[in-house]
């Protein structure tokens, strides 16, 4: 899908004079990409008549860039398909959290606790695993196995037939052991049946969990929205995460019809390995959807960056030295590509929240100010960080017009690079094809899904 709007948005580009006939057949491409990818029809007839509205050329003053227009429309209709307008709940630490886990069969649930559970203890969170599933044969086993290889642990019964007293058990052992994250794996059957239903309303009657979240397989596409209603209807699901996004082309159709049930999406699969598991964010998303950040291009854009031709700074990446000046280089080129947050997030380790927001061409005008004030030797530094101090940086604020705080604000940033090529110390490649493997293989694994 990313890559056939993409595409479109590229054609748009080529062509010398861009009127309504050009945009027309554009959004025409884009309601075709989106249609493959089982987003439902009625929702791009909407898409394309607000991207039409949203363009209107007469209204235009001149200068206008009309290209990036249309993709903040695109972009924009976009990001609200996936809106569920619903904020999802907050686990808060030093305190038991209780997740229920439903779902039907099949869907990734216990493989979804486990990521969960491992996800929430990397970050320094006390997680621990229910096997409420006395459905299925095997279920404890495969939970117990789950919660072995990332060490969270786990309670769960082989002998023990009720669920709800399962439930009950385990959630109360780890309430009591001062566990911060509780997630509780319920059985799930082949379809929307009675007897699941009923089991689900008696383990959530007597847990009273923090948070249901509900399981879905994301290939199933449009489909996801019935399945969504009718476990919304049984118990108070408050959010959803969407699993199995790794390779399937209808990832787009599954979540936008969850979004449009009003179910908050919290995470998403990408694999079968504990860590192929992300939090689910729209517009990044999006970013990658319309191909703004595009991993496929990445040589290209190595490229066209000129790293290739500047063995010199290849060179010294690979030692892990990374100077400002080298920053300022990259920032610079970055500026002329337009799509510097889609070109960071390429990057293993830099902070989205940092640098991906739409205004970081803004930022990085000021950033740019900014080093212009510094001295060759500042620029020059092995760790610039090394010689900074108040008077340097009331200086360089000084000379740039900018303020203190956002010198400060560039030093982060500058961390961030150096920390990141400095993990790539190394490994840091020769050739821009080889840049492509050494990026994160989940991202990777999402571009696939998306596209
Ligand atoms: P449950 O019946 O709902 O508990 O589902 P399971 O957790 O047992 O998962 C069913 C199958 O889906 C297993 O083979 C999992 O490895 C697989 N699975 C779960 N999540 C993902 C995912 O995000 N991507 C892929 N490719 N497979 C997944
Ligand atoms: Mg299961």
Not at 119 to 135: H, N, S
Not at 192 to 211: H, I, R, T
């Given at each position: 899908?990313?890559?056939k709007i ?9 062509s010398?004079?861009?009127d ?5 057949q554009m ?10 990818s089982?987003?439902n029809?009625?929702l ?13 050329f007469?209204?235009?003053p001149p200068?206008?860039?009309?290209r990036?227009?249309?993709?903040n429309?695109?972009?924009?209709e976009?990001?609200n398909?996936?809106d569920?307008?619903?904020?999802p709940y907050r686990?808060?630490k030093?305190?038991?959290n209780?997740?229920m886990?439903?779902?039907?069969q099949g869907s ?13 203890q ?11 599933d ?8 495969q ?5 072995a290889?990332?060490?969270?642990p786990?309670y769960?019964s ?7 007293q ?11 052991e001062?566990?911060e994250?509780?997630i ?6 082949h ?6 239903f ?14 249901v979240?509900?399981v879905?397989d994301?290939?199933i ?8 209603i ?16 790794d ?11 969850v ?10 699969g990408?694999?079968e390995?504990f860590?192929q ?7 990044s998303f999006?970013?990658?959807?319309l191909?703004m950040g ?5 040589a290209e854009?190595?490229?066209s960056?000129?790293l ?11 030692q892990?030295l990374f100077s400002?000046?080298?920053?300022r280089d990259q920032?610079?080129?970055?500026m002329?590509?337009?799509?510097m ?7 293993p380790?830099?902070?989205h ?7 970081g061409?803004e ?9 212009d004030s ?6 020059d530094?092995p760790?610039i ?12 604020a000084?000379?740039?017009g900018r303020?203190?705080r956002e010198?400060?604000?560039l ?5 961030q690079f ?5 993990r790539?110390?190394?490994r840091m490649?020769?050739?821009p ?7 994160d293989?989940?991202?990777l ?7």
């Amino acid at each position: 899908l990313g890559s056939k709007i993409a595409g479109a948005l590229h054609r748009m580009t080529e062509s010398t004079v861009i009127d309504e006939e050009v945009v027309d057949q554009m959004v025409k491409e884009i309601g075709k990409a989106l249609i493959e990818s089982d987003v439902n029809v009625r929702l791009v007839f909407e898409i394309q008549k607000k991207i039409k509205k949203g363009v209107d050329f007469e209204a235009l003053p001149p200068g206008v860039n009309k290209r990036k227009l249309v993709q903040n429309v695109v972009f924009d209709e976009l990001c609200n398909m996936l809106d569920s307008g619903k904020e999802p709940y907050r686990p808060k630490k030093g305190r038991p959290n209780v997740f229920m886990f439903v779902g039907l069969q099949g869907s990734g649930k216990t493989t979804t606790c486990t990521k969960m559970a491992y996800y929430y203890q990397k970050k320094g969170w006390k997680a621990g695993l229910v096997c409420a599933d006395t459905f299925r044969a095997g279920a404890f086993d495969q939970l117990r196995q789950n919660a072995a290889k990332v060490k969270v642990p786990f309670y769960g019964s082989y002998t023990e037939t009720d669920p709800v007293q399962i439930a009950r058990e385990g959630v109360e052992k780890f309430k009591s052991e001062k566990f911060e994250i509780i997630i509780v794996d319920t059985s799930g059957r082949h379809k929307q049946e009675k007897a699941l239903f009923d089991e689900m309303q008696q383990v959530y009657d007597v847990l009273q969990p923090n948070e249901v979240i509900f399981v879905l397989d994301g290939a199933i596409g449009q489909a996801a929205k019935d399945q969504a209603i009718a476990f919304r209807a049984t118990v108070d699901v408050g959010s959803v995460i969407v699993t199995k996004l790794d390779g399937h082309a209808k990832g787009g159709g599954a979540l936008s019809a969850v979004a449009a049930t009003q179910c908050p999406i919290t995470f998403v699969g990408l694999g079968e390995h504990f860590d192929q598991f992300q939090q689910f964010e729209k517009m990044s998303f999006v970013r990658r959807l319309l191909g703004m950040g595009d991993l496929r291009g990445l040589a290209e854009v190595v490229k066209s960056h000129g790293l290739d031709k500047q063995p010199e700074l290849m060179e010294r990446l690979t030692q892990g030295l990374f100077s400002m000046r080298d920053m300022r280089d990259q920032m610079t080129n970055m500026m002329k590509m337009g799509s510097m947050a889609s070109i960071l997030e390429m990057f293993p380790g830099l902070s989205h929240s940092q640098l991906s927001d739409a205004d970081g061409q803004e930022k990085f005008k000021v950033f740019l100010f900014i080093m212009d004030s510094m001295t060759d030797a500042e620029l020059d530094h092995p760790d610039i960080r090394k010689i900074m101090n108040a008077s340097r940086i009331a200086r360089i604020a000084k000379g740039s017009g900018r303020s203190s705080r956002e010198v400060g604000a560039l030093m982060d940033v500058f961390k961030q690079f150096q920390k990141t090529f400095s993990r790539m110390k190394g490994r840091m490649p020769r050739n821009p094809q080889d840049m492509q493997k050494m990026i994160d293989p989940r991202i990777l694994k999402q571009m696939g899904g998306a596209g």
